[in-house]
């Protein structure tokens, strides 16, 4: 084997170039410890920044696609007034992708190259969205469920270590909120003064969103990749099962007050434990689904590559718009 051994004067500058870097990384350590955020302009850990990207441009995508299940109702709203909220919250997920792409792009990633990570299929978004919609019940439920996982999952990242994700997440968060109660208000209304068809209909789309809505906080602490850096580095502040412990302890109380059962017959209260005991999660078809091969995958795919072709001709006018208003300035300036 070729091997090219160093000079003393390489070797005293690899061995400082290490001792410095160390250095930096442990004063970076220092910042995070001592609850500083980390702006754009910052040194960070290159490991940071790529898994910051990850994380975000997903989230990103998620809002994007998570558009689409409930888009397809917009149509088929039952009231007006139903028809209306539906519309602003799918324009608020609409809003949040945009946020966070900007807040992923401070990263010096361009948001052509997060969206084509997405249309060639290389990025991730969350397993949720690959589930279809099938009755109006389902808009309610994606609300109290999907929302109410979302939001028990980004309230932390309100304190991430990364500066414009953290700020992001707080409107995220404050609109989460209003899709939660949006969906359960339109359940309550249907199981409270529904038809016996009405209350059938709420009940059979809690049976099929409940295992993937727990699902969405990832995989168990002990298979999760990530969530030891991202916890040490204050871009994760709570665990996946310790968020998803905690989303289910509040949603079995909902689901009395809504009154629906759960699909889990294991779900009981734990005295010693002071939680809820759950079954055991489908680990399968997540990792299935997360794959690319969920009820909806390919369609949801389909729909965002179409649309971002159909597109082309506004994004081609808004640059040429924008070229000439720069040349108009060149012009007056000159
Ligand atoms: N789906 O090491 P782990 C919304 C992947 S939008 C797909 O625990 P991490 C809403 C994970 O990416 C909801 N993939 O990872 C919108 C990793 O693979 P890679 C989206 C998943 O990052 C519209 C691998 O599994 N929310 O709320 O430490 C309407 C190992 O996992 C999933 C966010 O994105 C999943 N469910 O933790 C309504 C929040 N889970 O990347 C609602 C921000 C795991 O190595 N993200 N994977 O290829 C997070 O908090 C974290 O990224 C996660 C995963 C908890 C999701």
Redesign the pocket.
């Known amino acids: 084997m070729y091997t090219q051994s160093l000079s003393l004067d390489q070797e005293k500058k690899l061995a400082a170039d290490t001792a410095e870097e160390q250095s930096r990384e442990a004063a970076f350590q220092a910042r995070i410890d001592a609850g500083d955020y980390i702006e754009p302009k910052d040194w960070m850990p290159a490991h940071y920044r790529k898994t910051l990207v990850?994380?975000i441009s997903?989230?990103a995508h998620?809002?994007i696609v998570?558009?689409l299940p409930?888009g397809n109702w917009i149509t088929r709203a039952p009231s007006l007034k139903r028809k209306a909220i539906l519309l602003a919250k799918v324009q608020d997920?609409g809003g949040?992708g945009l946020y966070l792409y900007a807040a992923a792009e401070t990263l010096g990633t361009s948001r052509d190259q997060m969206l084509d990570a997405l249309h060639t299929g290389k990025a991730?978004?969350?397993?949720?969205?690959n589930y279809p919609t099938l009755t109006w019940a389902d808009v309610g439920v994606?609300g109290w469920l999907?929302?109410g996982?979302?939001i028990m999952?980004?309230v932390p990242?309100c304190r991430c270590s990364y500066g414009p994700y953290a700020r992001a997440m707080i409107r995220v968060c404050r609109e989460?909120s209003f899709?939660q109660r949006q969906g359960y208000e339109s359940l309550l209304v249907m199981m409270q003064s529904g038809t016996e068809a009405q209350k059938a209909m709420v009940q059979d789309a809690v049976n099929r969103w409940w295992w993937p809505s727990i699902?969405?906080?990832?995989?168990h602490d002990s298979?999760?990749?990530?969530?030891e850096q991202?916890m040490r580095w204050g871009i994760?502040r709570i665990s996946?099962d310790e968020?998803r412990q905690k989303f289910v302890d509040a949603t079995v109380e909902q689901a009395n007050v809504l009154g629906v059962t759960l699909p889990d017959p294991d779900m009981k209260w734990n005295e010693a434990r002071g939680h809820y005991d759950f079954g055991r999660i489908d680990w399968d078809e997540?990792w299935r689904?997360?794959g690319g091969d969920g009820p909806c995958n390919r369609e949801r795919l389909a729909t965002r590559v179409k649309a971002w072709d159909d597109g082309e001709w506004v994004r081609e006018a808004a640059l040429a718009h924008t070229h000439k208003q720069q040349q108009q300035q060149t012009k007056e300036a000159a």
């Open positions: 990850r994380q997903q989230h998620s809002e998570g558009m409930e997920e949040h991730k978004y969350s397993s949720i969205f994606i999907v929302d996982a979302a999952n980004q990242l989460e899709h699902m969405m906080f990832g995989p298979d999760s990749l990530h969530s991202s994760k996946n968020l997540f689904v997360v």
